[in-house]
């Protein structure tokens, strides 16, 4: 009885070293894997980016995506390359940047990945690429410091020094209400002249962007600034613009941050403000004609109650930094972030309404307080079209997802033109066992139990 213990112990032995070895022969026979060969990326603005990727596996490739990251904003954004399923494949993808919908403002950083899936269920996922979307009709130079960079063509290279330099003493300056906020990357464009910046902006109308002329433009979420350096005021343009996006960055939650807030904090971070707001509010005052102000949550229609608006809503933000502390700031812009209404982060910071809070303003200023009717009529800009001194645009609406892919692969260097990428493989999963080859294994195994069975009732 012993002997035979012993022989069947070497005789299961030798079973598992044959299964494991026969799967690994099946593997090497049938191995399944994909390879990423290179890729082009090119840049056609202002309609878009295309792609071009070339891919292989031993069983035929089904889906190639690319999942893109504008600026600063943490989701991804993927479109899927249309091609036929093959082992060997060549697939383009056009991406669109020409409507309002899609667009993306010159000088932004962009981030992309590449996600290949054949039949077999192998699935490869690149490392992250980037490359700047700069306007192609000119040939940029840039300076870079802090997290920030200024990118600009032509002979205006004292004027991108100068908009550096204002930024960062502008996120010095406020830092004490932005804390951390004000070291996240920012990245700006320099256009010489009207002309030059029409293709930049985003794409609205023709007529509203060829008779107005734009000073700069915030791209809030993604963390880019469009900036005209031919204007009188295009430092305080800059300083003012750039803290919109701070204000973003601060108080990104549900809650939308009411314009009287935005403006308020830009035109009080400005290093170079307008005296054109002071004026107005000077004006209003004499009169003992303001607007209710806390009563917009955008701003009115018309380019006089704008200045007056500016100038209210800087106004009121230094009265409320001056009698409540800097502190005090700093703490609703967390309370907004993380509250579900305004009036309830106002009133959890400072333990008054809004309306309180603005005639403690109004009384520091010597004017007729705000009565607040029971059935308020919300003050409604005028159904045109105007682009302001100190325009913020919203972003475009696009379908969303939350980042899916890797995160946590190195980043390559940034490009501006064609980039190829040196072929990479991915690990893929072992083949299924034959079934022939379980079936005997199987057999012989029960075999050898009810063998071993009769052996003890002998």
């Given at each position: 009885?012993?002997?035979?213990k012993?022989?069947?112990?070497?005789?299961?032995?030798?079973l598992?070293?044959?299964?494991?070895?026969?799967?690994?022969?099946?593997?090497?026979?049938n191995?399944?894997?994909?390879?990423f060969?290179?890729?082009?990326?090119?840049?056609?603005?202002p309609?878009g980016?295309?792609?071009?990727?070339?891919?292989?596996?031993?069983?035929?490739i089904?889906d190639?995506?690319?999942?893109?990251?504008?600026?600063?904003?943490?989701?991804?954004?993927y479109?899927?390359?249309?091609?036929?399923?093959?082992?060997?494949v060549?697939?383009?993808?056009?991406?669109?940047?020409n409507?309002?919908?899609?667009?993306i403002?010159?000088?932004?950083?962009?981030?992309?990945?590449?996600?290949?899936?054949?039949?077999?269920?192998?699935?490869?996922?690149?490392e992250?690429?980037?490359?700047?979307y700069?306007?192609?009709n000119?040939?940029?130079?840039s300076?870079v410091?802090?997290?920030f960079?200024v990118?600009?063509?032509?002979?205006?290279?004292?004027r991108?020094?100068?908009i550096l330099?204002?930024?960062?003493?502008?996120?010095?300056?406020?830092?004490?209400?932005?804390?951390?906020y004000?070291?996240s990357?920012i990245?700006?464009t320099?256009?010489?002249?009207?002309?030059?910046?029409?293709?930049?902006?985003?794409?609205e109308?023709?007529?509203?962007?060829?008779?107005?002329i734009?000073?700069?433009?915030?791209?809030?979420?993604?963390?880019?600034?469009?900036?005209?350096?031919?204007?009188?005021?295009?430092?305080?343009?800059?300083?003012h613009?750039?803290?919109?996006?701070?204000?973003h960055?601060?108080?990104?939650?549900?809650?939308?941050?009411?314009?009287?807030?935005?403006e308020?904090?830009?035109?009080?971070?400005?290093?170079?403000p307008?005296?054109?707001?002071?004026?107005?509010?000077?004006?209003?005052?004499?009169?003992d004609?303001?607007?209710?102000?806390?009563?917009f949550?955008?701003?009115?229609?018309t380019?006089?109650?704008?200045?007056?608006?500016?100038?209210?809503?800087?106004?009121?933000?230094?009265?409320?930094?001056?009698?409540f502390?800097v502190?005090?700031?700093?703490?609703?812009?967390v309370?907004?972030?993380?509250?579900?209404?305004?009036?309830?982060?106002i009133q959890?910071?400072?333990?008054?309404t809004?309306?309180q809070?603005?005639?403690?303003?109004?009384?520091?200023?010597?004017?007729?307080?705000?009565?607040?009717?029971?059935?308020?009529?919300?003050?409604?800009?005028?159904?045109?079209?105007?682009?302001?001194?100190?325009?913020?645009?919203?972003?475009?609406?696009?379908?969303?997802?939350?980042?899916?892919f890797?995160?946590?692969?190195?980043?390559?260097?940034?490009?501006?033109?064609?980039?190829?990428?040196s072929?990479?493989?991915?690990?893929?999963?072992p083949?299924?066992?034959?079934?022939?080859y379980?079936?005997i294994?199987?057999?012989?195994?029960?075999f050898?139990?009810?063998?071993?069975?009769r052996?003890?009732k002998?």
């Open positions: 009885m012993r002997n035979y012993i022989k069947l112990f070497y005789v299961l032995i030798f598992s070293i044959s299964f494991y070895s026969s799967q690994s022969f099946l593997n090497a026979q191995p399944s894997s994909i390879t060969n290179d890729y082009e990326i090119e840049n056609k603005f309609l980016i295309k792609f071009d990727v070339n891919a292989t596996s031993t069983s035929r089904t190639i995506s690319v999942n893109m990251w504008k600026g600063e904003i943490g989701v991804g954004v479109k899927n390359f249309d091609f036929e399923f093959d082992q060997n060549n697939a383009s993808l056009f991406w669109y940047t409507s309002s919908d899609t667009y403002p010159p000088g932004t950083n962009i981030k992309y990945q590449f996600k290949i899936n054949n039949e077999s269920g192998d699935e490869l996922t690149s992250i690429f980037e490359f700047v700069h306007d192609i000119f040939s940029w130079d300076i410091d802090e997290g960079v990118y600009y063509h032509g002979p205006v290279k004292n991108a020094y100068k330099e204002t930024i960062k003493e502008t996120a010095n300056k406020m830092e004490p209400i932005f804390g951390e004000v070291n990357p990245a700006v320099v256009y010489n002249n009207p002309i030059e910046m029409i293709e930049g902006l985003p794409p109308s023709k007529t509203i962007r060829r008779e107005l734009t000073q700069g433009m915030a791209f809030n979420t993604i963390g880019t600034l469009l900036i005209l350096a031919s204007g009188a005021d295009y430092l305080g343009t800059a300083s613009e750039m803290t919109h996006i701070l204000v960055r601060s108080t990104e939650g549900i809650v939308s941050v009411p314009s009287w807030l935005h308020g904090l830009a035109e009080y971070a400005n290093i170079y307008s005296f054109s707001f002071t004026n107005a509010l000077d004006m209003a005052i004499i009169n004609d303001l607007l209710p102000l806390t009563m949550s955008g701003q009115p229609g380019s006089e109650d704008k200045l007056l608006f500016y100038g209210q809503s800087e106004s009121f933000i230094s009265f409320l930094i001056e009698e502390g502190e005090k700031m700093k703490e609703l812009l309370a907004i972030k993380s509250s579900t209404t305004l009036d309830s982060a959890e910071t400072y333990g008054q809004k309306v809070l603005e005639n403690l303003w109004r009384s520091s200023l010597g004017v007729s307080l705000y009565i607040q009717s029971k059935n308020p009529l919300v003050p409604t800009p005028r159904p045109l079209p105007t682009i302001s001194l100190y325009s913020l645009t919203p972003q475009s609406g696009s379908s969303q997802i939350q980042n899916t890797q995160d946590s692969i190195s980043i390559s260097e940034p490009t501006n033109q064609n980039q190829s990428n072929t990479s493989s991915c690990n893929t999963k083949n299924e066992l034959n079934a022939d379980l079936t294994f199987a057999g012989t195994f029960v050898l139990i009810i063998l071993l069975g052996k003890y002998e």
